[in-house]
């Protein structure tokens, strides 16, 4: 136990470049995790709009439905995201609803773009129901 002296300053400075490499690593993993988690954010929220605009179709007296489309926005951390709703009224077998009077084909598309590396995407999620006359 003759060497108490302790580390040289060149040992602490290559222990703290190993740390700091480290830290660089995990730093750009967290920012890749917080992105999907913002993206997954932003994909769960247009699946609640979708099934709150189904669930409205679903209310509305079957002589009024119709075809619709209207902006919902929303706050996801922060960020106010706008949903693009599309409301398709047609026949179960795709023709319009005039040929088949007791059923309707209703189809709500959820659309929004997300900016990923410098770019715009569009997303979108659909759903799809049939109601018929009571």
Known sequence: M???????LVEVLVAMAI??????????AGLVV????IKNSQRDEAVNVAEKEMEEARNIPFATIADNNH?????????????TVARTVANPNGTTPATDPNNRRVTINVTWNRIENQQTKTYNHTVLTIVRLR
């Open 34 to 37: 917080l992105d999907q988690n």
């Open 71 to 83: 902006i919902v926005y929303r706050q996801i951390r922060g960020m106010n995201v706008g949903y």
């Open 2 to 8: 003759k060497n108490n002296r302790g580390m040289t």
């Open 19 to 28: 740390v700091f490499i480290i830290f660089l690593g995990m730093s750009s």
